[in-house]
């Protein structure tokens, strides 16, 4: 019976890695090494705040593709955008057509209705209305004088109901 000994002069053998497992002999599972990070609670993650290191990141270089590039719009500076009437902007209506609807249909209140003043036209399209089955007709005369207050530039009538000016 000869039995191998360590050489006694030898040096000691050192592990410098993770436990190697015995080889698997097909009897049972082998067993994984145990997970060096950390272990899940339960609770997500915990968000890490981005490390700063003092210096701007570096410029990356261009991609190409075979694409040509899209065509960007011009960049304009300290101009704002001009209205567009076509796009939702309130358009500035006319002192001459309101005028003149003041004068021939203020009546009816016409000429509310063209600067934006529904409530106050209403209103007078109802009196209009009512007065004139009474056979009272005196109420052109109120849609007359503000039609004339228009033309002449009444600092009441300078603007339309969206406060933008009337313009000549």
Known sequence: MTQQHP????????????????????????TPPPFPGPQYSGQPP????????G???????PQYSSQPPMPQPPQYSS????????Y???QSKSKIA??????????????????????????QLVL??????LGLGFLALWGLIEGIMILAGAVYFQRDAHGVPLRN
Request: charged share 5%; aromatic share 10%.
């Open 46 to 53: 915990m968000p890490q705040p981005p490390q700063y290191s």
């Open 128 to 133: 209009a209305i009512v007065l004139s089955v």
């Open 79 to 86: 101009q704002p955008p001009m209205p567009q009437p076509g």
């Open 88 to 90: 939702g902007y309130p």
């Open 7 to 30: 050489d006694a002069n030898s040096a000691p053998q050192e592990n410098y890695g993770p436990p190697v497992p015995p080889p698997y002999n097909g009897a049972q599972a082998p």
């Open 98 to 123: 309101a005028g003149l609807l003041g004068i021939f249909l203020g009546g009816l209140g016409i000429h509310r209705f063209y600067l934006g003043y529904t409530k106050i036209g209403i209103i």
């Open 55 to 61: 210096q701007p990141p570096m410029p990356q270089p």
